[in-house]
Each structure stands twice: as structure tokens, then as C-alpha cells.
């Protein structure tokens, strides 16, 4: 499915700080960030430039009338489930995800470059969360770790 995300962020550098750091390899020019769905203050990264991001999903404790959970069913979407709160697609750009195996371990999957993972943005929803899209999975995937995995776009 995806229970974790990490993005990579630029630092907030002057534009001689950028300058000195490109000269030099560019060492502590990026950072990490990992998001996990548990977290219940979990975001996603929607737009590096502005540094816009948006809720994950919504927590059972939360309350509200939008779903609950952080996925969506690639079948529902076309299903018309999603409708009422005016679903909008969206492609998020992490390094990569992860996904607990079935014997709980993390396994991180690397995403190449230009390529992220379908989300749809809730507009009806207060704070617009996203969810990400999943389909289902085949292969050693399904076997060893999860019956559903991320829509890679």
C-alpha cells in the first residue's frame, strides 16, 4: 500500500549560501524528510517551489465526513465514490516509500527520476487531503509484502 513517504528539501540558503555550497558539492544543500501515515499530523509534499503540503488522509479520531484512511482504491475512484468531495489528481515526488512487510519489517522502494505517485486531493474536504491512489499488486510484491501497492505516475 504506502506507509511512508520521504521527500527530498531543499534548504532555505541565501543566494551566496547557494552559491558556496554548489561550488562544494552541494553537501548539506538537501535534506531528507520522512512521513509516515501513523503520524497523525502525517503531510505530503505537493509543491517543492512553495513548500506546500497538504494533510495525509484523515485519522479515525479526527472527526469529519470525508474518508478515513490515507488510500484510495484505484476501482473507487472510477466508481464515482469519491464525487462528493470534488476529487482533484495529483502526483507527489518523493524519493521514495515504504511499505512494512508482512513480518513488519520497512522496505523502502527508490522511485526514478520524474516519477511520482498518484494522489487525489479532497477540494470539498477541509484542508484538501490527499490520498494516495493505490491498485493491485502481482508478483513477488503481493507474495512477500502487501495486496496493494502505490499508483507509480
Same mark, same amino acid.
Given at each position: ?21 554548489? %561550488? ?6 538537501? $535534506?531528507?524528510?520522512?512521513? &509516515?501515515?501513523?503520524? +497523525?499530523?502525517?503531510?505530503? *509534499? ?49 524519493? %521514495? ?6 513480518? $513488519?519489517?520497512?522496505?523502502? &522502494?527508490?522511485?526514478? +527520476?520524474?516519477?511520482?505517485? *498518484? ?35
Amino acid at each position: 500500500m504506502c506507509g511512508g513517504m520521504e521527500f527530498v528539501r531543499r534548504q532555505d540558503l541565501t543566494e551566496a549560501e547557494w552559491d558556496e555550497a554548489v %561550488r562544494n558539492t552541494g553537501a548539506g544543500v538537501e $535534506r531528507f524528510i520522512k512521513v &509516515f501515515f501513523p503520524n +497523525p499530523k502525517a503531510a505530503l *509534499l505537493v509543491d517543492p517551489a512553495t513548500d506546500l503540503w497538504l494533510p495525509w488522509g484523515r485519522r479515525k479520531e479526527h472527526p469529519g465526513e470525508w474518508p478515513e484512511g490515507g488510500w484510495a482504491r484505484e476501482e473507487s475512484l472510477g466508481k464515482g465514490y469519491w464525487q462528493r468531495w470534488h476529487p482533484a489528481q495529483v502526483v507527489v515526488h518523493p524519493a %521514495r516509500w515504504m511499505e512494512k512487510d508482512r513480518h $513488519r519489517v520497512s522496505r523502502w &522502494f527508490e522511485l526514478e +527520476p520524474g516519477q511520482g505517485i *498518484l494522489c487525489v486531493r479532497l477540494d470539498a474536504a477541509p484542508g484538501q487531503p490527499l490520498y494516495v491512489v493505490t491498485r493491485p499488486s502481482v508478483g513477488d510484491y503481493l507474495a512477500d509484502i502487501h495486496d496493494r501497492i502505490p499508483a507509480v505516475a
